[in-house]
């Protein structure tokens, strides 16, 4: 293989990853926005952080991080729910996204309404779970939080 080939390959992953991380960002973006331009009170507030990740905290308690998965080249989003020590962090949901933005072969990540209602589908046991623990007045760990989440 001689310098221009490997010029070639190099310059077409360059090309891949950066098209990745964009959709990445438009997937964020589109989150952010819907989450900001809803009328509905979920209680999550928009932790600003350095980083590919995004974070809201529920109900001042818990933290939802969202990141792409580890390695390059990952197509994999996953959601973790976390103390805000980020003590017990514990997997609650993923999707894929292809490099054209397309979320789980569904729908586009500028579709904000729809990444909305993905989202929450995504964390609805969490609400659940939530919701049942105040009302019965009894405590929430983490490990009902968890099974809540894999059920």
């Known amino acids: 293989m001689d310098i221009?080939?490997?010029?070639?390959?190099?310059?077409?992953?360059a090309d891949k990853h950066q098209r990745l991380q964009a959709q990445w960002k438009q997937y964020g973006n589109a989150l952010v926005q819907?989450?900001?331009l809803s009328k509905a009170k979920l209680h999550h507030t928009i932790a600003c952080t350095p980083g590919d990740d995004l974070r809201f905290f529920l109900f001042e308690h818990f933290v939802i991080h969202i990141q792409p998965g580890e390695g390059f080249n990952n197509h994999r989003i996953e959601y973790f729910l976390a103390l805000p020590d980020d003590s017990d962090k514990i997997l609650i949901g993923h999707a894929n996204i292809d490099n054209d933005g397309c979320i789980d072969n569904a729908f586009s990540n500028r579709d904000r309404e729809k990444v909305l209602t993905?989202?929450?589908e995504l964390i609805q046991p969490i609400y659940d779970s939530l919701y049942l623990a105040v009302h019965e007045n009894t405590p929430v760990s983490m490990e009902r939080l968890q099974q809540a989440a894999v059920a």
């Not at 221009?4 to 992953?13: F, M, T």
């Open 34 to 36: 819907g989450i900001t």
């Open 4 to 13: 221009r080939e490997l010029s070639d390959k190099a310059a077409y992953i």
């Open 118 to 120: 993905h989202y929450l």
